[in-house]
Structure formats: C-alpha cells, structure tokens
C-alpha cells in the first residue's frame, strides 16, 4: 500500500502504472533496463540481456543504452560483431546533433549580442553536462526572460528561421523548411498556476556556461531533474516524445548521483511552486515500476496527496471514456448526421456533456467507481 492513499486510491494508481508500463515498455525492453541501471552490472547479467535483446530489434533509441553501459563498465566484454555498432551510436548521435546545435549557436549568439539572457534546458544541457555521451536530440530548448521575448521572436525571424507562434502559448519553435533548430520559452508550462516563483529560483540557481559560441546558464541539478521527471509525466499523458522515456531515465540518474550534496527539497520545492506534485510523484511511481529502486525515498522526497488518486481518476476516465467518445464524434460525417440526425445528434449531445462534466473531480470519480464495480461484478459472474 502506498501511504497516503486508500485502497481504491492504490487500485487506481496501480492499474495506471500497469497500463502504461504495458504500453511502453516490452520484456526485452524491462531485461534492458535492469541491466543498464543496475548499480553492478555483471558479465553474466549482459550475456543473459543480448540473449534477450536483439540491438537491431531494439532500434537505435533504445541500444544506445548500452552504448552508456559500455562506456561507462570497460570491464565488461560485449561481442565482436555488437561492439561496432554500439559505439557508433554514440558516435552517429554526436555528427547528427551538430547541424541542431550550429542552429543554437547562431540564434544564442544574436541573442548574446542583444543581451537576452539565455538559460539552457532540456538534451542540450545534457550535452554541455555529458559531452561524451551523445544521444539523439531533435532540437535545443531554451528558456529567457517573458520580457525578451517578444524580442527574441524578431531575431529569430530576420535570421530567417520559421516558426508556428500559434502552436505554443509558452514558447515559440525556429525551425527551417526541414530541420527544427531552437524552441524559445519564456515559461516552461502553459499558462496556468503563476510561475513566476519557480522562474525566478531557476535563475538564481543557475551558473554561466560557454559552449558552442554561446554564453549561457545552467539550471542546478535539482532544478533539472525537476524538468525531466514534469516533461516525463506530460510525454506520458499526451502521447509525445516517447522515445525520449528512457533517456529520463538516464538523466534523473544522472542528477542525483553526480551530485554529492544533491537538495531533494529543491526538487519538491520546484513542485510545489509549479503544482506539479502529482505529476512529479507519477513519475517517480512509474520509473521504480520499471526499474525498481531507481528513484530513492520516494514517501520522504515526494509525498503523496489526495491529488494523486484524482488524477489517476481523470487519466483513466479520458482514455476509457471521454476520448473515446471524443474520437467518436470526429468522425461523424456531415452527410451522416444531416441523414440520421436523432442518432448522431444524441452521440454528439453525450459527448458536449461529458466534456463538460469531465472538470468536475466529484463526477469523475463516482462514474469511473460505477464502472469499477461492474467490472467487479461481471468477473464474479
């Protein structure tokens, strides 16, 4: 039982956990990343994973995970024929992100002549903090003052990149007609609870950095782990970036054991000022499901709230229920509706209903419990 929660609160986060670790996690995947973050690895626990996982099976993304294992256990004996290809991942990465990264020495570089300072998020300051371990990375993210920005989207524009403002209410994405290059935020969320409190910490725990031509500042380990671990829960819910789910891994891991003195009370601290307890929480509860362990404390660092079985309600009932129906109703043709207007009209009416009644908690848990316990009932039947 976790603390703090009541039974149906654990069945609830339980059967959540279990789905999506079904979803996005296979055996091999599980044998991968025992063997990959166990504080030992043995030679008999890497013989026994490439038993398991074929690297060509597994894809780029996922092998290079052991690119990361080998680099870092030179005792180990990984085959002949595996050994190649796996330090060319690391090596592939490195060569593909250098086209991203002259895209964020131009724009960093304008933006240091303005005087707009930048602070570095997300792959690419995991770049400057691991140089030798590249991975694949889409673009570079980057976070600068809201009072710049509006600034920075000229700049960025007469240096003749593109961008989709309407796409992002917090952030802007340079890209050229065939390559992503920088996503600019002014907040790292969607407008919502005032963040004004978690930015202005970020800043002041940053420290200057210089790479790539670019003067900037890096968030504190704990402010990053922070990140990854709220990105980690977003990516989840919304179905996006999901190949980068084990570099998180990677990255949390990373945060708190390169650290001696690493503060968990700054992570929960960031939480708290964001309202992103739960989501910081759910992503700690889905990590040590699939590597146990991998997130120490978890009742001392992230403690749970009744928020937590809301929003496992609210996940459960949009996936079962409300998105169902939502993917239902688009697909409703004009022509079927004007043909059969009481039987669609009815479905599109449920639907308006229940999108509204979706943002009352109290509606949300009673119908999923209503549903709980028919499928109780159907099982003992």
């Known amino acids: 039982m976790v603390k703090g929660l009541d039974t149906q609160g654990e069945i609830l986060l339980q059967r959540l956990l279990s789905r999506f670790s079904e979803q996005y996690t296979t055996k091999e995947d599980l044998t991968l990343l025992q063997l990959v973050f166990s504080p030992s690895p043995t030679q008999q626990m890497l013989d026994n994973a490439l038993r398991i996982c074929d690297i060509e099976a597994l894809g780029a993304g996922k092998s290079i995970l052991l690119s990361y294992l080998m680099h870092g256990n030179p005792t180990l004996y990984f085959p002949d024929d595996v050994t190649p290809r796996l330090k060319g991942l690391i090596l592939n990465a490195r060569f593909a992100n250098m086209k991203t990264l002259s895209h964020f020495s131009r724009i960093g570089r304008a933006y240091n002549t303005a005087g707009i300072p930048i602070l570095l998020i997300k792959g690419g300051a995991f770049k400057v903090l691991r140089p030798t371990l590249s991975r694949p990375m889409g673009d570079v993210d980057v976070l600068i003052p809201k009072k710049r920005f509006a600034e920075a989207i000229k700049i960025g524009e007469k240096l003749g990149y593109l961008h989709d403002r309407e796409d992002s209410l917090h952030a802007v994405d340079f890209h050229t007609e065939t390559e992503s290059a920088v996503d600019v935020h002014h907040s790292l969320f969607d407008p919502g609870k005032p963040l004004d409190v978690l930015h202005e910490n970020l800043w002041e725990r940053a420290t200057p950095h210089r790479a790539f031509g670019v003067d900037f500042l890096l968030p504190c380990h704990e402010d990053h782990f922070f990140l990854v671990l709220a990105n980690f829960t977003k990516n989840l819910r919304e179905q996006t970036s999901l190949g980068n789910l084990y570099y998180a891994l990677c990255d949390t891991t990373f945060l708190y054991s390169s650290k001696v003195d690493f503060d968990w009370g700054i992570v929960w601290d960031d939480a708290v000022a964001s309202g992103r307890e739960i989501e910081i929480r759910f992503a700690a509860e889905f990590m040590n499901k699939i590597v146990p362990g991998i997130i120490p404390n978890m009742e001392t660092n992230f403690p749970i709230t009744r928020g937590m079985q809301d929003f496992c309600t609210q996940v459960i009932f949009d996936e079962d229920f409300y998105l169902?129906?939502?993917?239902?109703?688009?697909?409703?043709?004009?022509?079927?509706?004007?043909?059969?207007?009481?039987?669609?009209?009815?479905?599109?009416?449920?639907?308006?209903?229940?999108?509204?009644?979706?943002?009352?908690?109290?509606?949300?848990?009673?119908?999923?419990?209503?549903?709980?316990?028919?499928?109780?009932?159907?099982a003992h039947r």
Do not use: M
């Open 324 to 378: 169902r129906r939502q993917r239902d109703c688009q697909s409703i043709r004009v022509v079927d509706l004007k043909n059969h207007p009481q039987r669609y009209g009815k479905q599109i009416i449920k639907f308006i209903l229940l999108k509204k009644l979706r943002r009352i908690p109290a509606f949300v848990r009673w119908y999923l419990q209503v549903q709980l316990a028919k499928e109780v009932n159907d």
